[in-house]
């Protein structure tokens, strides 16, 4: 290791620690900023010395828990994992993540890397990275004003990938954008897949990002949705199947606080609900077998492992249970509205939804989505927040739903915890997010010495 790049990374992360210490916690990722300004080839040094294997995970939907679980099922077999935990998943938190990850010498210790990675910063980020796997989840509308139509985001994932020639794909077989895409690449690749219908007509609704076959321009025809445009897809004029899975999930049950599935002869049960996140499950079990890797302590460690990763949060406060939800695209949050309907308990809910530019400044997406399941007799009331409640209080006016706005959140929550149904659902976009934990934490802690 060259004294050059060990100046660097000391640099770095002494200006991180100092700017924790004035900023409170924020500025995650400059000491990626000032190693990239100080050394261009900083990622490529530190991504070398990983001594196994580089997973990166990407897509619209899911990366966040996919990276998640590989990292803690390849910690549970006691490896060394460099990670980039906080979802800064643009080129400067990528670079942060190995520059953090270094001990007070610059030195890197780590047997794997698992990146999640940014679907426009993955032409920057992979040329430098040059990962052994990459797993992609699904492709689907996000952030119109970033992303543009699912098209672009198709064709720049395909570029950057074409960046890493030695890479190994992991696709969700039931996506055929995905599958369209893996075989227009020159990689080699695996597919993970759902074969039984587990998702409900909320979940599966009429959001469609692709209905015509990509190789002939016909329409598509399925034998079954699971939602967006996952599923048995075939196209009668070309001929285009979705491929018999490497990896498939069988014998799923949901259940009423989880779920459980068969993987290749291996049983495994986990303690969410929500069942996308057997995708989630299936894509890094896949993953991890795909590279060869047993993980013998695999059951054991998804059947702890938690899949909230501060987007799906839960609090007691004074007896009242709220949970929060991420939703940022119309597929994502078609999931959320089936997931909080699946509680029959009589609720309130909350949609708060901003304009930022990490949310996306066009939230014409929030018409796609199927709303009209809210309007149902466990729903008491529907509350809308954020820089665009308003918008969002006209969308379900469309849907003949009633909704009230509000712009202080804090006593918004106060009164739904004493005075409402004691059951709350926040649904927010990406700058809600974190902002709502922490007025969560603060709440809880306000009521607790209330108590005291």
Known sequence: MGFRRNLVIRFSKWASNMSQKIRGGQGVTLPGYIARTLDHHILTSLSNDVRKKTFVVMGTNGKTTVNSILYHALAAEGEKVVINKTGSNMLNGVISAFVLATDKKGRLDADYACIEVDELAAMRVLPMLQPDYLVLTNIYRDQLDRFGEVDITFQKVKEAIEKAPKLTLLINGDDVLSYTLAQESKHDFMTYEINEQIFDDKSRS???????????GHKLEYKFFHYGQLGDYTCPHCGLTRPAADFAAENIKL????????????HFETASPAPYNIYNTLSAFSALRMAGIEAPHFEEMIANYDYANSRESQFEIAGTHLQIHLAKNPVGFQQKVSLVLRDEKPKDIIIMINDEYQDGEDVSWLWDVDFQYLENEHTSSIITAGKRGYDMQLRLKYEDIQSEVTLDMKNTIRDCIDHRTNNLYIIVNYTGLYSTNDLLKELADEYAGKEA
């Open 206 to 216: 009429e959001i469609r990002e692709s209905i015509f076959c990509r190789k002939c």
């Open 255 to 266: 259940l009423g606080d989880g779920s459980s599935f068969d993987v290749q002869g291996r």
